[in-house]
């Protein structure tokens, strides 16, 4: 019944910008935290960015200063607005939020999007 879909991933020059976008949708009661992942060739999984319910954000070091993201609590939406990509930004960029479906307050899930390729040219 849930489901999140990331769009806006791309080829972009280094120093250019890209902005990502998740939508949640289905039977959704609340979200809590909604993330976004990325995952290159041969390297684990790494967490960019996480925003709280609130709007307050957590940051890897390495996107700290060039990537920002926020949240539209009534949409069930989610950005990453990445300006100054690297080379090394480049990955499959997933959402991911931690929300309780509708009748089941209190009790939360993760769910994944399926993720947007970001491929950043030298």
């Known amino acids: 019944q849930v489901r999140l879909l990331e769009s806006g991933g791309g080829f972009v020059q280094a120093g250019g910008s890209l902005r990502l976008s998740c939508v949640a949708s289905?039977?959704?009661?609340?979200?809590?935290?909604m993330d976004w992942y990325r995952q290159a060739p041969g390297k684990d999984r790494e967490l960019v960015a996480r925003v709280f319910m609130s709007g307050s954000t957590d940051y890897s070091d390495s996107v700290k200063g060039r990537f920002t993201a926020s949240r539209d609590n009534a949409k069930n939406t989610c950005s990453l607005q990445m300006n100054n990509l690297k080379p090394e930004d480049t990955a499959v960029y997933y959402c991911?939020?931690?929300?309780?479906?509708?009748?089941?307050?209190?009790?939360?899930?993760?769910?994944w999007g399926q993720g947007t390729q970001v491929t950043v040219s030298s």
């Open positions: 289905g039977s959704i009661d609340r979200i809590n935290n």
């Open positions: 991911s939020a931690y929300l309780a479906e509708t009748g089941t307050t209190s009790l939360f899930n993760t769910y």
